[in-house]
């Protein structure tokens, strides 16, 4: 019992049984076992390393590719809608350029708030994006949709966390991996750049040549890992994540019927989402795993503990599904899943159409904020000069008025006067820190800005948001309309001949 064979020992060779072979030391016998059996070179932790093996039978993806309209048939129709669509986009940009940019600079907007507009914003193509916990489905669903399963490149996926990357999957003529520098110079992710090189540091691209990725890219946040202990960042992760919400078409929440629990992480992200709450949807995911007479409890107690923290008034739309090429599980309500999922494509495809109405109400929204901007740092001038005195200290004057703008009813006069919602404004901590950046007096009021040859910058920033903008809409969809209709009459007309001469020649 020592693992030492010696002359003590009634078993010598160590096999638990004493017998002949013990006069050998085990020598001879060990040489047999090592002729018989060949090494097995597989250690313990190799098995955390599997990947899985491809199931001899897949689920077919054509389904996909036809309600995602990927076929060339499509082709014609596409074109002529995004030659209409760069029209209505070179009119966002024009309207930018001349009724928001003005009063953007000249408020410094852009050191209140990260969310900016610019070429970028309204050039690019349809963001689709995937959040929720750890171990939803994600980059399961990612690798599915673009035909990526069981690929060098595919998305890592598994039981375990993933690696806290930001994955952004684009198109190119060849699959490239891209890091976090070569994401941040491209011209579509270029505003990345501002959260620095921790962030940049997380971020993980790919380029594919694959249809799907032609019409929109794709973004995958980190999952959530909700722990009782604050994780610290070297990047601000809520601010990097509003950036990519404020960008987004469509957002998609994945969970897993395992893990429905709400933490203080997840309840933040929902919170960026308020004024989203249209354009998000919610994925069960990994739904043939759960029995069938469960599956209608599962997704209540999850519409339960998210309908809460999000402020709209109607519950989430939610797609219970097994979002990948494998099989249903035995027993699971397979008819029920490929119906949901069907819907899940449908919607997505929805997101792709939508295109130009959702850059419109984009170009919408930044007006209103830059308006209220406007308007916020206007009232808090009027209050300064009421407040000024010819010989008192301007700076004293307008640090009191602005550590303590509820004893001016600032913020009560303006939502008073204007129609602007208390609830559509910055809290005082943010105009705090703004106004330590740029001096309050330093400011021009709203009416000295307007000139006898250009008119006031305001009026027309409400023009533009009443008028210009939503009438953008209309003049799409005239346009959209008129396009499509040519491309039928033209193959009508291309149709024609052919079925005149194969009259001709039946009567004679």
Known sequence: GDGI??????????????????????????????????????????????EGEIPAQLRSRDHITELLQLNTEFNAREKAVDNVAEIILRDIK??????????????????????????PEIFSKPLVLFMGPWSGGKSTIINYLTGNEYTPHSLRSGAEPSP??????????????????????????????KFGE????????????????????????????????????????????????????IIFLVYDPAKLDVGPETEA????????????????????????????RVQSALIWNISPLMSSAQPPLVYTSSLWSHPYQEGAPARLLL??????????????????????????????????????????LNTYYNHKTLFGNKKRIADEIINHPQNYHIYEGLSTLTNISRYDLPDPEVYRDFFRLNPLYEFKKLSETCTYFRGCPITKLDVAIAYDLPELAGKYKKMAESALANIESKGAADGEPETKGSGKSTKS
């Open 94 to 119: 024009r309207i930018y350029e001349s009724a928001i940019k003005p009063l953007e600079t000249l408020y410094k907007y852009r050191d209140l708030s990260n969310r900016h507009f610019s070429d």
């Open 164 to 193: 806290a990357y930001f994955n952004i999957l684009t198109w190119g003529n060849e699959t490239e991996v891209l890091d976090g520098t070569q994401l941040a110079a491209d011209y579509t992710f270029s505003g990345l750049q």
């Open 339 to 380: 119906a949901q999922e069907r819907a899940f494509l449908r919607d997505l495809r929805t997101a792709v159409d939508k295109r130009i109405e959702h850059k419109i109400a984009s170009a919408r929204r930044f007006a209103v904020r830059v308006r209220n901007h406007a308007k916020m740092v206007d009232c808090y």
């Open 5 to 50: 064979p010696n002359e003590h020992d009634t078993d010598r060779d160590g096999d638990g049984i004493p017998n002949e072979h013990d006069d050998d030391d085990g020598e001879e016998h060990e040489e047999k076992e090592d002729d018989s059996e060949p090494e097995d070179d597989t250690k313990p932790e190799d098995e955390l390393l599997w």
């Open 198 to 249: 921790g962030l940049e540091e997380r971020l993980r691209g790919l380029k594919m040549p694959n249809k799907l990725l032609e019409k929109v890219n794709i973004v995958e946040i980190p999952g959530i890992l909700e722990v009782r202990k604050q994780v610290s960042r070297l990047f601000p992760f809520n601010d990097a994540c509003q950036w990519f919400i404020d960008r987004a078409d």
């Open 269 to 296: 992200i929902l919170d960026q989402l308020k004024g989203r709450e249209y354009q998000t949807r919610i994925i069960l995911n990994k739904a043939d795993t759960v029995k069938p007479e469960e599956l209608l």
